[in-house]
């Protein structure tokens, strides 16, 4: 998979989303964690200021103090996070820190100047000591000399700021240890969504390894057209692919009739030709009639080699044809025999009953026939085919003639390459041969025989394979 295919790109994009996803998430769960600790954290802090002014009392000398103190003995302990503080608004600056908890040691508060309505409680962040960051709950109260709230009838008014303040690293640690608890989470999540993508993308792209896989039917010949059966999305391309399929077949039924016309044009104006050779010959030209039947039949074979190219290229399911060698080469063998070329040879053939080709039988018989025309022409005495099914069917025909020099080799199968202008030929028998071959998906190649001369290898594709 490379990143150029739909699968690599849709795995990339959904890890960035998965990863921006989660982090996102990750990030908005702490602050919520956070906000949600802080506001804890702040209703703690309200209740214990409640507490604070619950216990302030001022004493017949004027004094105040709070009794009881508050219980909690973090307030005792030096810099221990948790403090509180009163100040004493009537006495202006002299009344800051009036009063104020063990743990805050030497250190006061120092409270921003903000206006506080009685009884209205207000909320701060601020530095502590040993650079300690604070959350702040502050609220103003004001009591009668007797001790009564405001509003009683007697005694001196006093108006007190109280203030309780808690260190932020109980909430700081609280969050990192709530993200640290997370992680294996999001771990399980991502693997989840991760899985889930997967799915996704092999569901989705289904369809389209589904078109891939019928195209290759259709091409192998196993099928016609595509199914229909496709989603909406992926129905349109299989439309236009059986459309191009119909098209192509049309395109080659005509070619093919465009082929015949040409070939039945042809043949009138061979057979006047072979009509003017024997007036020639009957007028005393023997010469110049054997000229004129050598060329009109020259050209007549060339014209049938030519149809039957046509109709090997044009094959639109040559898989689906299946032909037993071993009977075809009987055939062709029993028809050489009765040749000039092929009547005074010694042919042995070994080939086994369940060598099937797949490909169709006149195609077979025009390729064997063309490879078994060639070793019978330059045979001396003897030609031998080996039939040998291992993956593919391998056919071999070799005979004991003068053979081909092997600097020549590669160039046996050339359209109308003739080495040797001794024999009479076209030169067009090894080209046919190794189009038919490699129009059914084999291939043909040339070497030197045990026997001497030229070795004709074929390999065809099995009927069973297909």
Sequence with gaps: MTLRSLRARFAVGALL??????????????????????????????????????????????????????ADPRFEAPLSGLYWQIDDLSAGAAGIGLLRSRSSWDTQLDLPQDRLAVGAVHAHRLPGPAGQRLIVRERNIRLEGSGAEAGGDSGESRGLRLAVAQDRAELLAARNAFAADMLPYLGIIALVLGLA??????????????????VNAVRAGKIERLPTT?????????????????????????????????????????????????????????????????????????????????????????HRARTNLGNALR????????????????????????????????????????????????????????????GQIRVSISDDGPGVPEAQLHRLGERGLRLDERKAGSGLGLAIARDVAEAYGGSLDFGRSDLGGLAARVWLPPASSV
Excluded: C
């Design 331 to 390: 055939r062709l063998l029993a028809t050489l025999k009765r040749t000039p070329d092929g009547a005074g040879l010694q042919w042995r053939l070994d080939a086994p009953n369940d060598a099937v080709a797949a490909l169709d039988e006149q195609d077979l018989m025009e390729l064997l026939g063309n490879l078994l025309e060639n070793a019978a022409k330059w045979a001396r005495e003897r030609v031998e085919i080996e039939v040998v099914t291992e």
């Design 230 to 318: 496709y989603p909406d999305e992926v129905q349109p391309l299989a439309v236009e692919v059986n459309a191009l399929l119909a098209a192509r077949e049309e395109a080659v039924t005509q070619a093919r009739a465009w082929t015949a016309d040409l070939a039945h044009g042809l043949k009138t104006p061979l057979s006047a030709l072979a009509a003017d050779a024997e007036r020639l010959r009957h007028q005393g030209n023997p010469d110049l009639a054997r000229d004129l039947e050598q060329l009109a039949e020259d050209m007549r074979r060339r014209v049938d080699r030519e149809l039957i190219r046509a109709r090997v290229r044009s094959n639109t399911r040559p």
């Design 197 to 214: 993508t997967w799915f996704q993308i092999r569901t989705g792209l289904a369809p389209l390894e589904s078109v891939r896989s019928g």
């Design 17 to 70: 989303s998965i990863i921006l996803a989660l982090l996102v998430a990750s990030l908005s769960l702490v602050v919520l964690f956070e906000r949600h600790v802080e506001r804890r954290i702040g209703d703690e802090l309200t209740g214990r200021l409640n507490q604070l002014a619950a216990a302030v009392n001022i004493s017949p000398d004027g004094s105040v103090d709070v009794k009881p103190p508050p």
